[in-house]
């Protein structure tokens, strides 16, 4: 039965009066959706967008018009992408280029200061940045291990955050955490990344109660990424995940930097307008086969 019809049934049992425009939208909302991958006038802040998961994603916001920004700590491949980047942009918007390392205050600052400067505001947020792990809890080096993940990882994005939330409350804007499905599917291996990555997981919805109704707050949570990195490496360990990854997976294959992008440029869509503090796990059914025990 039509929620409408309802609706309207119990105000005339109860004689209330109900405005339905608060129930459904204008029916030239439900056409915007024809538009709803169009950032033309965007601008897209991806931290780690220099490789990766975070090229993938300032790849397609270009491609759908947006502006973005282009940062990391290796200026050549902050160059390389930038400049496949603007080929991509319909109008070949040139980029915003800024290498910067995310442990460092001041250059976190200058990053967003930049930004601003550049295009005078920001839309979205992605805080993809971040570096993995394979410590357990009682190897040697573990607290050292453990300080540089939750640097990156966590603190970074905390500081990001709350340099970024003045500018996101004038644009009515969204934050999207990249977390992890480890968080779902743990080994026994990574504690400090996993560790991170859960926080990361419940700041999304504290912060998406903090923060509405003015800006959204999701997660996505990958799962195993065919990047370069992942791809090329031949530490025995990840050869095991890899190997584990593909035979486990329903889908039988590695996800793609597209993969991620794709559902990153939809939670921050007007097709995900209704969603805050919400975690989007995009990982090939892999979740549900592939923690426990990794020899």
């Keep these: 039965m039509h929620f409408l019809y309802v609706l309207s049934v119990v105000a005339m049992v109860s004689g209330a009066q109900i405005d339905t425009k608060y129930y459904d939208y204008s029916i030239e909302d439900y056409m915007k959706v024809k538009e709803s991958r169009n950032f033309t006038g965007k601008v ?136 992890s499905m480890c968080t779902h599917a743990p080994t026994n291996l990574g504690l400090d990344y996993s560790m991170a990555k859960e926080a990361m997981n419940m700041m999304t919805r504290v912060m998406a109660m903090e923060l509405g109704p003015y800006i959204r707050v999701n997660t996505l949570s990958p799962g195993a990424i065919l990047t370069a990195g992942f791809r090329d490496s031949k530490v025995p360990i990840i050869v095991k995940l890899r190997e584990r990854a593909l035979h486990n997976a329903p889908l039988k294959r590695f996800g793609q930097p597209l993969d991620i992008a794709k559902g990153v440029v939809f939670l921050a869509s007007i097709d995900a307008e209704f969603l805050t503090g919400e975690e989007l796990v995009i990982d090939g059914g892999l979740i549900y086969n592939y923690g426990g025990i990794i020899e």
């Design 44 to 179: 897209i802040l991806t931290t780690g967008s220099s490789s990766g998961i975070g090229e993938g994603i300032v790849k397609l916001f270009a491609i759908l018009g947006a502006h973005v920004v282009v940062t990391g700590r290796n200026q050549t491949e902050i160059d390389i992408v930038a400049k496949e980047v603007e080929q991509l942009s319909p109008q070949h918007l040139k980029p915003l280029k800024i290498k910067a390392d995310l442990t460092k205050t001041s250059e976190m600052q200058f990053l967003l200061n930049e930004t601003i400067k550049t295009y005078g505001k920001l839309d979205v947020l992605v805080n993809n940045a971040g570096i993995g792990s394979m410590a357990q809890l009682m190897d040697k080096d573990f607290m050292k291990s453990y300080d540089s993940v939750f640097s990156i990882d966590l603190r970074a994005v905390v500081e990001l955050n709350r340099l970024a939330v003045p500018h996101l409350n004038q644009t009515n804007g969204t934050i999207i955490h990249i977390s």
